[in-house]
Structures are given as C-alpha cells and as structure tokens.
Nanobody, 121 residues
Framework: QVQLQESGPGLVKPSQTLSLICVVS??????????WNWVRQVPGKPLEWITY???????DSMPSLRSRASISRDNAKNSVNLQMNTLKPEDTAVYFC?????????????WGQGSQVTVSS
C-alpha cells in the first residue's frame, strides 16, 4: 500500500518561500509507472493541480505558477518536494501530495492527508 505524508510550515509570510515535503512509503519515488503530483484546494473551490514529476525526472507546472513553483525528488528520503516562492495570500490552501500509478489493470491514485498552508503577515 502506497502511503504519502506531507509536512510543511503551516504559516508563511507573504513574499516568502514555501517548502513542502511528501514522504512516500510503500513505493520508491523512482519506480516505473509512477507520476508524482502536488495539488491544492482552497475551501469552496475545486482541486487545482500545481506540478508533477515523472519517473524519468521530467516535470512541469501549471502555466500560471510555472515561474514560482518547482518539484523535486530526494531519493535518500524517498520524498517528493514542492517549493513555491514569492507567496501571496491567495496561495492559502490545503496542499496535497498525489501519486498516479499506471497499473496494467488501470490507473490508481494515492493521496496524502494534506498540509494546510496559510499565507499571512
């Protein structure tokens, strides 16, 4: 069973940089057929995809966040990490780590419990 555990600072001041860590158990972050995503949700709004990193290390971010968001892997910690700079109050949301696995039987998603991020001075 793949399990994801996010952790982060909780409260960040505007213009500062956010760093979130997603520690993965039950699978290697370099395993084939896995794509790792960061997604966020503002209360009352739908989920918003932020960025992904694939098995081969390829990555991309949503266009509106491409200049501020980046995703990376830490193989030693088996973690997938999100960094966002120049935070704004509208970045306040619950941030989720997600694993998309392309099994031969179909695609399955695994989710972390989410990490609340509040951007406020």
């Amino acid at each position: 069973q793949v399990q994801l555990q996010e952790s982060g600072p909780g409260l960040v001041k505007p213009s500062q940089t956010l760093s979130l860590i997603c520690v993965v158990s039950g699978a290697s972050i370099t395993a084939d057929y896995y794509t790792w995503n960061w997604v966020r949700q503002v209360p009352g709004k739908p989920l918003e995809w932020i960025t992904y990193i694939a098995t081969d290390g390829g990555s991309d971010s949503m266009p509106s966040l491409r200049s501020r968001a980046s995703i990376s892997r830490d193989n030693a910690k088996n973690s997938v990490n999100l960094q966002m700079n120049t935070l704004k109050p509208e970045d306040t949301a619950v941030y989720f780590c997600n694993a998309q696995v392309n099994y031969t039987s179909g695609i399955k998603h695994y989710w972390g419990q989410g990490s609340q991020v509040t951007v406020s001075s």
